[in-house]
């Protein structure tokens, strides 16, 4: 009786599930496939819902299918920390009190850190951060190659190389979207300069573009599996990246078989037809049929909203293309605001600030350290002169779509006070220089009042009047995130530093023997100084945690392991744009900007010669080289083995070096692996970064460092077959601690 009972209870609770199960929309069906589910989503959505989702509905945000059950999609800026809410149409702040953040470091200096670990801290604390904002797409992270050190957006990307940019994009976007959190690559492609970016129409081989500029791309849709991609401004092969047959249909979509969602830059969209038609899905930020910002149907008539909807009814379209377009957005969707084991977000943490102290420490860079200054010798220290007007200036406020509002921000003169308090070290302050005395961004406001009347003579005066009385002298000058500096929307119009500041320096130098200059920015400058100046910081735009981070490493808490990720030329002479004279290119028209749709052609001569390549090519000596870095300890590279001699196509080699700390601190290196193919048949450059490991060591401890590479690592892009070819031959391994210096060698055949 029992079992019969059991059954008939069995056989009921089946039923009911049955029903509840055939009850359930497919779309919604969490037990049926993202593919089941999004066809079945399309089929139940109306042509003006289709339409909705892939154009903005207010600076930020995208709609929904609320019929349906599709909560709205909301964006954020935010590679190094989620920007602060707007209004519905304009860039003005929204007046929130729970939008602050956690500034996390630019992204030159994570790329700095040449440790994929920290890439991917760097994405789970921003992921979780973002999700607390109810944000679904963080817009980044960047990855555009620094070919000159003029464009004020390279403290948004990752260096010069490559592989570096490569390996580094992959762990970020991984974390990132560990969280629920798309990410939204940027800007894809060729966007290497700032100024007049969308009349820029760039020519380039097809080795140098496929070989330079979209493997960190590349790697971030094939490997990263980013869910978004981000349109550049620039045009190549004249049509605007935003809706370009050749980067998104061709390359993006069909080679790569990328299945996210192109997104508009704002701003980005042109033309209706080519947004239809080649390969944008969501747009973003236009301003359309004359209409100006805040205008009150803007969104409307957007060239993927009303316009669209016309053309489809006038059958001038048909709806493959919007099928395509919303299919990956509700793939999108299902990835994000639709996954039922999405996180929960955290805001302002100590675990993100911790992750914010963490990189930034690792990313600096110590560039110069004659007679061992640095670090600052705390026990014999007394007096401790900090100068320049980046010591106390906050960086977090500024630089376009980068900038923030954050919690807080500890200044370089804050953390050295803080630091040294502990020793009873006094820790005085002189301005040095005026740059830049404004506070505000989009309505962000840092609260300072830096205005000081005073000459640059005086200033100057009572700097070295201080100096002369200190044991040491910190100065924090560089860059900052004005306009014409590391800014978007306009590129530098100088290599130098700017507000007199070498005119301080040099007098600093005088006055003072322990002098440490730290550089604060996002790309290189001219220290026509240098060799006057015994200890030499690059310090990066690193955020929230700043005065932290850089007083752990000046006094020696931290011992510096951050690497260059990009070539420090001593003169813009040494970059292959400026010295074959294609920087910033050529206008078709005269009038250049002024003139309406003009366009300035600007060819890429030096093709695949981009940074340390560069170098080797011309043979030219940088004041520092790509892959640099120096630390308080010593370290011994030995003992260089490959796997094998001879490797097929389908084979890989590994080569293993011994490292030891041969100094009584504890430190980190960077071991770097290049390879040299040694004859080839078309014109290759003579090293490629290939490969990198980094180790830490206490004082004595060896420990082995192997790095594997596969014929790929061998391969060029072969422009008559549009592929990847690798040559059979002798090849070489050169390995070290920077480029210029590659001690060990071993050579290999690939059959």
């Not at 007199?500 to 005088?510: H, M, S």
Request: aromatic residues 10%.
């Amino acid at each position: 009786m029992k079992r019969v009972v059991l059954c008939g209870v069995l056989s009921l609770a089946a039923t009911v599930m049955s029903q509840a199960q055939q009850s359930v929309p497919v779309y919604l069906d969490s037990s049926r496939s993202v593919e089941e589910r999004v066809e079945d989503a399309l089929s139940r959505m109306t042509l003006q819902e289709k339409i909705r989702v892939i154009h903005a509905q207010s600076k930020f945000s995208s709609a929904g299918v609320p019929r349906l059950g599709f909560p709205d999609f909301w964006t954020d800026d935010g590679p190094h920390g989620v920007r602060p809410d707007v209004l519905w149409d304009e860039w003005e702040q929204a007046g929130q009190t729970n939008d602050s953040c956690v500034a996390f470091p630019a992204l030159t200096c994570l790329a700095a850190t040449w440790n994929p670990h920290m890439a991917r801290a760097y994405g789970e604390a921003l992921g979780e951060e973002a999700l607390y904002r109810g944000k679904d797409m963080i817009l980044g992270p960047g990855v555009n190659i620094f070919r000159t050190p003029l464009n004020g957006r390279n403290f948004e990307y990752m260096g010069e190389d490559p592989f570096l940019a490569s390996t580094m994009v992959v762990p970020y976007i991984q974390g990132l979207q560990s969280r629920g959190v798309s990410a939204c690559v940027k800007h894809y492609c060729l966007n290497n300069d700032e100024e007049c970016r969308h009349q820029v129409n760039v020519i380039v081989s097809d080795r140098a573009l496929h070989e330079i500029y979209l493997p960190a791309f590349k790697a971030a849709i094939r490997q990263g599996k980013a869910w978004a991609i981000m349109g550049a401004y620039n045009l190549y092969r004249n049509e605007h990246n935003c809706h370009n047959q050749w980067t998104l249909n061709r390359i993006l979509k069909h080679d790569w078989q990328f299945d996210g969602v192109v997104v508009s830059d704002w701003g980005g969209t042109h033309d209706t037809d080519k947004a239809v038609k080649n390969g944008l899905d969501m747009e973003f930020g236009s301003w359309t049929n004359g209409l100006t910002m805040g205008a009150s149907n803007a969104y409307d008539n957007y060239f993927l909203a009303l316009p669209y909807i016309k053309g489809i009814q006038q059958g001038k379209y048909g709806t493959g293309e919007l099928d395509d377009k919303v299919r990956r957005v509700l793939r999108l969707f299902y990835r994000t605001t639709m996954n039922p084991r999405r996180p929960h977000g955290f805001l302002c943490s100590e675990a993100h600030y911790e992750a914010a102290r963490r990189i930034a420490q690792e990313g600096i860079v110590l560039l110069q350290n004659k007679g061992g200054v640095l670090p600052i010798d705390i026990a014999v220290a007394r007096r401790v002169l900090v100068v320049g007007e980046n010591a106390i200036k906050m960086m977090t406020v500024g630089g376009g779509s980068s900038s923030l509002k954050v919690q807080h921000e500890i200044s370089p003169l804050q953390g050295l006070r803080s630091r040294l308090a502990r020793q009873n070290i006094q820790v005085d302050f002189a301005r040095g220089y005026v740059g830049d005395v404004t506070g505000s961004y989009n309505g962000v406001t840092t609260g300072q009042d830096l205005a000081d009347k005073r000459t640059p003579d005086e200033l100057i005066a009572e700097a070295v009047a201080k100096a002369r009385e200190a044991d040491y002298v910190v100065m924090f000058g560089g860059l900052n995130k004005s306009d014409f500096q590391d800014c978007e929307g306009h590129d530098r119009k100088s290599y130098g530093l700017p507000y007199g500041q070498d005119q301080l320096i040099e007098a600093l130098a005088k006055a003072n023997k322990n002098l440490v200059y730290v550089n604060i920015s996002g790309n290189p400058v001219a220290m026509p100084w240098h060799a006057r100046v015994p200890a030499i910081v690059q310090g990066w735009f690193i955020g929230s945690e700043a005065g932290t981070a850089l007083a752990s490493v000046l006094v020696g808490d931290t011992s510096p392991s951050g690497k260059l990720p990009y070539t420090w030329v001593s003169s813009l002479d040494e970059v292959g744009a400026h010295a074959l004279d294609t920087y910033p290119g050529t206008w078709r028209k005269e009038g250049g900007a002024k003139v309406s749709g003009n366009i300035i052609d600007e060819e890429y001569k030096e093709g695949i010669y981009v940074g340390y390549r560069w170098a080797d090519k011309e043979n030219t000596h940088p004041l520092f080289a790509f892959g640099h870095g120096l630390s308080y300890t010593t370290f011994a590279l030995t003992g260089l083995r490959a796997s094998r001699k001879e490797m097929s196509a389908g084979d890989t080699i590994a080569f293993t070096v011994r490292v030891h700390n041969t100094g009584r601190r504890a430190g980190s290196e960077t071991v770097q692996l290049y390879i040299r193919d040694i004859k080839a048949s078309v014109d290759r450059p003579y090293k490629e970064l290939k490969g990198f490991q980094k180790v830490s060591l206490k004082p004595g401890e060896s420990r082995d460092v192997t790095i594997t590479i596969d014929s790929q690592a061998l391969s060029y892009y072969d422009e008559a077959t549009s592929s990847w070819k690798a040559e059979p031959g002798k090849f070489e391994a050169l390995v070290g601690n920077a480029s210029d210096n590659l001690r060990l060698r071993t050579s290999f055949d690939l059959k």
